[in-house]
């Protein structure tokens, strides 16, 4: 699974017009998200293992809670070995409607382990997007440079001239 999906699932409660909008609340567009990230049942025990899974790892990445909370996604999952022709592989077994969800949180634990620290909150209060920093210093601190770095720069500009 790509790091984009995980980063996808964080970002559906995104700050528009000051509010909070939950991209996952509305059944319909909880399974519309589950189809374009290859979710399986579309119903409603997959959108509630979903969204519990978006609120799970948005907690661990802000660091508001352990990342041992995430184990409930996985119960009930494992992996099991197959050879094709390509090799090994190992293939997830999960009840149907956690099959995504577990396949996203283990797509987290990858990603946490393969790029430390680069995966968090943005910089701007305001916001609830997350980012993945792939730059080469690891100094990225907005979701967006047009939208929160500019906002938060124009803001801090403009109180330098208040104060002088």
């Not at 374009?36 to 119903?43: D, E, N």
Request: with cysteine; aromatic share 4%; glycine share 8%.
């Amino acid at each position: 699974m790509e790091d984009s999906v995980v980063v996808d699932l964080l970002n559906t409660t995104p700050v528009v017009d000051g509010r909070t909008v939950d991209r996952l609340a509305d059944d319909a567009a909880a399974d519309a998200w589950l189809t374009a990230h290859g979710g399986g049942t579309g119903g409603a025990g997959e959108r509630a293992a979903l969204r519990s899974v978006r609120r799970d790892l948005q907690a661990v990445v802000r660091g508001q809670r352990p990342a041992t909370i995430l184990n409930a996604a996985l119960a009930d999952v494992g992996q099991h070995p197959v050879i094709d022709g390509d090799g090994l592989r190992w293939d997830l077994y999960a009840p149907p409607e956690r099959a995504l969800p577990a396949r996203i949180v283990l797509a987290w634990a990858a990603l946490s382990a393969r790029m430390p620290g680069r995966l968090r909150p943005c910089a701007n209060d305001e916001c609830d997007l997350f980012l993945l920093d792939r730059s080469r210093s690891n100094t990225a601190r907005w979701c967006s440079m047009t939208t929160c770095g500019n906002r938060l720069k124009a803001r801090r500009h403009q109180a330098r001239r208040t104060d002088a």
